[in-house]
Antibody, heavy 118, light 107 residues
Framework: QVQLQESGPGLVKPSQTLSLTCTVSGDSISRGAYYWTWLRQHPGKGLEWIGYIFYNGITHYNPSLKSRLSLSLDMSKNQFSLRLSSVTAADTAIYYC??????????WGQGTLVIVSS | ETVLTQSPATLSLSPGERATLSCRASQSIGSYLAWYQQKPGQAPSLLIYDASNRAAGIAARFSGSGSGTDFTLTISSLEPEDFAVYYCQQRSNWPLTFGGGTKVEIK
């Protein structure tokens, strides 16, 4: 049973960079079977797909975030990471890492709340 | 971007009743639609993929149907644990998008 766990600062100042890491257990990113994905949910709102990274480093980003977004992998630690630059209050959300099984997202982390505030 | 519109926004029903949730896409997405359930304080969990396939471990009372632009999630007889928010999601077009959700609440 795969498990995903987000980690990172819960508070980020405006204009700074939001950085989160997802640690995967129970599966190996290097197996190449899934797309390792980030999503977010603004408080009390719906879900937004941020992007994914494949085991070979290929990425696909939401165009609305593409200019500020970078996803990366650390296969030695079985982790993948998100960096979102120039954050504003509009980036305050619960951030989820997840496993995309070629479309359906079949495993999710518990989510981590990131607040953008000075 | 493909917009998914879910209706109704809120569904007030009693345990044992049938729930019918709708998801309409702004353009054809074939059968590339999934449904998720989200309970308060939890991450969403996959119920249905490719419009009508139940995910592993999902109870038979959950069923999905539809293709093209109109999709339905049906819960045949609501159990107490089914009261939650349900989201649809399409994977036909980039970026992946979600509907705004339907809250199924206890009447």
């Amino acid at each position: 049973q795969v498990q995903l766990q987000e980690s990172g600062p819960g508070l980020v100042k405006p204009s700074q960079t939001l950085s989160l890491t997802c640690t995967v257990s129970g599966d190996s990113i290097s197996r190449g079977a899934y797309y390792w994905t980030w999503l977010r949910q603004h408080p009390g709102k719906g879900l937004e797909w941020i992007g994914y990274i494949f085991y070979n480093g290929i990425t696909h980003y939401n165009p609305s975030l593409k200019s500020r977004l970078s996803l990366s992998l650390d296969m030695s630690k079985n982790q993948f990471s998100l960096r979102l630059s120039s954050v504003t209050a509009a980036d305050t959300a619960i951030y989820y890492c997840a496993r995309d099984n070629s479309g359906p997202i079949d495993s999710w982390g518990q989510g981590t709340l990131v607040i953008v505030s000075s | 971007e493909t917009v998914l519109t879910q209706s109704p926004a809120t569904l007030s029903l009693s345990p044992g009743e049938r729930a019918t949730l709708s998801c309409r896409a702004s353009q054809s997405i074939g059968s590339y639609l999934a449904w998720y359930q989200q309970k308060p304080g939890q991450a969403p969990s996959l119920l249905i993929y490719d419009a009508s396939n139940r995910a592993a471990g999902i109870a038979a009372r959950f069923s999905g149907s539809g293709s093209g632009t109109d999709f339905t999630l049906t819960i045949s007889s609501l159990e107490p644990e089914d009261f939650a928010v349900y989201y649809c999601q399409q994977r036909s077009n980039w970026p992946l998008t979600f509907g705004g959700g339907t809250k199924v609440e206890i009447k």
